[in-house]
């Protein structure tokens, strides 16, 4: 029996995410590489899913089988979990195409495992959908379980956002992820690249905020209804756009950058925010962006050159200890952070932090924020953005740097929540220093 390329591409790509470690993101852009859109985007749903789901497919499976998962060959384990999150969670893909060609992905590289994952899907499709609808949200520990992610971060958020916003936002982060391009006006515009994108793949001008007053528009992104590899596009090799959030965008049109200023952005690979500063400037001006890593910083370098932002100038240096006696007009800090406002987009990524490195993290980040708080000029404009939902990064951060800052103030701060506004979580503060501009 032949199986579907979206599911042998899916597979692959599930054993190297759980026996190597793979990022899927990457793992799934080789294995996907010849697929046709359809494919891609059906393979894509499979594995971000599957990751995505893994505790509530483990905990499901396990009431099927006598055998404890721990003990299953790591074929006859991927081939279970991607069976059941089509039984489960695939609408429009029929349970008997799920049931045997699960059972043949195990037949190619287990030894003898086909039967039991024969039995335990075939049993799944009767018993799973609504063993899984039994699972309750009461609590935070419940609440995990079901939507499929570590007991601590549905505690966080439960504490954070109250049961109720904590409860929407599980259920949203294991939704597909919103597809959207920024138009670079440096190389484009919004319409001449509306028209070239393929047919299948509609695109619609930004919505508004729905929850977050005075959050600037975004005229030049365009949100996707349609499957579309905006890396692998001619348009993006010709700079004309970069695949990038509408809460990621927003940061630059925050920061509102002005032609003729000098700009710093640290952290600054891979160069989306930089690149969309560079044309807000319209390249007048300068700007510098600071890359810790000389190979990301290298590759930013070569960003900057394919979107035409030729008045940047990369350093490769660590933030904390670039200097520069000038100072700056505006600064953007988007330091590493948990990365918890981007779980749509970035599936394994929920089964990395854990709640200890969240004060670690917060470490760094006021350490970077100190350091870049002394290279602003009198009058200036600092923002902090971090692609989060997690208040030691981000409220409670900007809180204890006011209190040991008193030339600063906060001007406006946002938490952007993806169940809110469909996109990516992010916590973007301005902050303003006091005196008088040069």
């Known amino acids: 029996m032949s199986v579907a390329p979206a599911r042998v591409a899916a597979y692959t790509v599930l054993r190297r995410v759980f ?14 590489a010849g697929l046709a859109p359809r494919d891609r985007s059906l393979a894509t749903a499979m594995v971000y899913g599957t990751v995505q789901r893994r505790r509530t497919l ?26 059941l999150f089509q039984i489960v969670f695939l609408g429009g893909v029929s349970d ?49 379980l079901r939507h499929s992610v570590p007991d601590w971060l549905a505690e966080l958020w439960w504490i954070q956002l109250g049961p109720q916003a904590a409860r929407a936002l599980l259920a949203t982060v294991n939704e597909p992820a ?41 005229p030049e992104v365009l949100v996707l209804d349609g ?41 600054a690979a891979p160069g989306a925010k930089t690149t969309h500063l560079a044309a807000l400037m319209r390249g007048e001006g300068e700007i510098v962006a600071v890359e810790r890593h000389a190979g990301r910083a290298r590759a930013l370098a070569q960003t900057c050159l394919t979107m035409g932002a030729a008045h940047v100038s990369v350093v490769a240096r660590d933030a904390r200890r670039f200097q520069d006696e000038q100072g700056f007009d505006r600064v953007l800090l988007d330091p590493p952070c948990s990365g918890l406002g981007t779980l749509q987009s970035r599936p394994d990524l929920r089964w990395q ?86």
């Open 96 to 144: 008997y195409a799920s049931v045997n060609e699960s059972v043949e992905l195990a037949k190619r590289d287990s030894r003898g495992g086909a039967a039991l994952v024969n039995a335990v899907l075939r049993r799944a499709s009767r018993e799973a959908p609504a063993r899984f609808a039994a699972l309750t949200e009461e609590s935070p520990q419940a609440a995990a």
């Open 58 to 83: 483990d905990h499901l499976l396990q009431g099927f089988s006598s055998r404890p998962l721990e003990r299953l060959e790591p074929a006859v384990l991927a081939a279970l979990r991607l069976g």
């Open 353 to 438: 932090p854990r709640r200890g490195e969240l004060a670690t993290l917060a470490t760094t980040q006021r350490e970077l924020l100190d350091h870049a708080s002394r290279l602003l000029r009198p009058g200036g404009t600092l923002v902090y953005s971090v692609c989060t939902i997690s208040s030691p990064e981000s409220d409670q951060l900007i809180a204890g740097f006011l209190g040991a800052n008193a030339d600063f103030e906060l001007d406006r701060a946002w938490q952007i929540l993806p169940h809110a506004e469909h996109t990516d979580g992010f916590y973007i503060a301005r902050l303003r220093r006091r005196g008088s501009a040069r």
């Open 227 to 267: 499957p579309y590899d905006a890396f692998g596009s001619e348009l993006f090799a010709q700079g004309a756009l970069m695949p990038q959030s509408r809460s990621s965008a927003v940061v630059a049109r925050v920061l509102d950058p002005q032609p003729g200023e000098r700009v710093l952005d640290l952290c």
């Open 178 to 218: 919103e597809s959207a391009i920024r138009v670079n006006s440096l190389r484009s515009e919004t319409e001449a690249v509306r028209a070239a994108l393929p047919a299948g793949c509609a695109a619609r001008a930004a919505p508004g905020w729905n929850a977050q007053p005075g959050l600037p528009e975004l």
């Open 19 to 32: 026996e190597q470690d793979a990022f899927a993101d990457r793992a799934l852009h080789t294995a996907a």
